[in-house]
Nanobody
């Protein structure tokens, strides 16, 4: 079964850090741009960060709300993409999803805009930033 699996969510105090993982099951992430999204209760899904495929340049892009606090990276030996989240704020509380984008190379960049170009989605992992 081809799927993405997120892990690493949990409860953390404001100012703390978490690292989320997104691993590919049944397929390699090497050829895909990967994006992270989040959805807070009662709000629309929001793009957070993305990284181009390893066969391209692994360039990255971030939403303004997380720029300077979050870092996206990938490890092909682990078939994984990570989202390092530092200086967490209560407004970062959400379910975080990763998605595999098969149009990154054609577009020339990764994207944090949701759309039909995302071939696989994970089931999400909950991040709760609270004291």
């Amino acid at each position: 079964q081809l799927q993405l699996v997120e892990s690493g969510g949990g409860l953390v105090q404001p100012g703390g850090s978490l690292r989320l993982s997104c691993t590919g099951s049944g397929f390699t992430l090497y050829y895909y741009a990967i994006s992270w999204f989040r959805q807070a209760p009662g709000k629309e899904r929001e793009g957070v960060a993305c990284i181009m495929s390893s066969r391209d340049d692994e360039s990255t892009n971030y939403a303004d709300s997380v720029k300077g606090r979050f870092t996206i990276s990938r490890d092909n030996s682990e078939n994984a993409v990570y989202l390092q989240m530092d200086s967490l704020k209560p407004e970062d509380t959400a379910v975080y999803y990763c998605a595999a984008d098969s149009y990154g190379r054609k577009r020339g960049a990764c994207t944090i805009a949701a759309g039909p170009h995302f071939e696989f989605w994970g089931q999400g992992t909950l991040v709760n930033v609270s004291s």
